[in-house]
């Protein structure tokens, strides 16, 4: 059946969001028949590093992982006003338990970090936190998307058709399991 494309996918960020690494995912996703969802530190309108504008319509304290097939954290500026965020942490460790594909490109990995999920992990991000990151005790590679179990993560902006390739593929993955 095609279940997961039902099931809506959760997009986390704030003011500051990197433009195309939250409107990339977002319209790939609603155009492969995911519902997606757009969540925040509140509700309200957001702004991005270079001017769009998007709604959050959930307030992360009120979310939990098993309504969501998938999360996807964007970069810019955001990730810096979520990570240190409790709801934001439990969240994100709730995706990561249940082994829920966790999307991060760019600084989205910062987040990853302060819940606590990425020390022994492959990750990417951009080249500006890759030490913050092995300092945390990820194993990091530069290259265009690493897949580490249900963790997709990427450098930038440029590496989008990889990102969304593999959470996509992901997504198809979890659907081929569920039908078996």
Do not use: W
Not at 76 to 81: F, I, L, M, S, V
Request: proline share 7%; net charge negative; aromatic share 2%.
């Amino acid at each position: 059946m095609t279940e997961p494309a039902h099931t809506p996918i959760l997009i986390l960020t704030a003011d500051g969001f990197e433009d195309s690494e939250l409107l990339t995912p977002l319209e790939a996703l609603r155009a492969a028949g995911h519902p997606v969802h757009i969540a925040s530190l509140a509700t309200g309108e957001l702004t991005g590093k270079h001017g769009a504008r998007v709604r959050a319509e959930h307030a992360v304290a009120d979310l939990r992982a098993a309504d969501y097939a998938a999360l996807v954290l964007p970069g810019g500026h955001a990730p810096e006003r979520l990570r240190h965020d409790p709801a934001v942490q439990a969240l994100v460790r709730d995706f990561v338990a249940q082994g829920k594909p966790v999307a991060a490109i760019c600084h989205g990995p910062q987040i990853l970090l302060s819940a606590g999920v990425l020390a022994g992990r492959r990750a990417t991000g951009y080249r500006a936190i890759h030490d913050e990151l092995r300092r945390g005790g990820v194993k990091v590679e530069d290259a265009p998307v690493v897949v580490d179990g249900n963790l997709i993560t990427s450098r930038h902006p440029g590496d989008l058709p990889d990102f969304v390739a593999a959470l996509r593929a992901r997504l198809e993955g979890e659907g081929e399991k569920k039908g078996e």
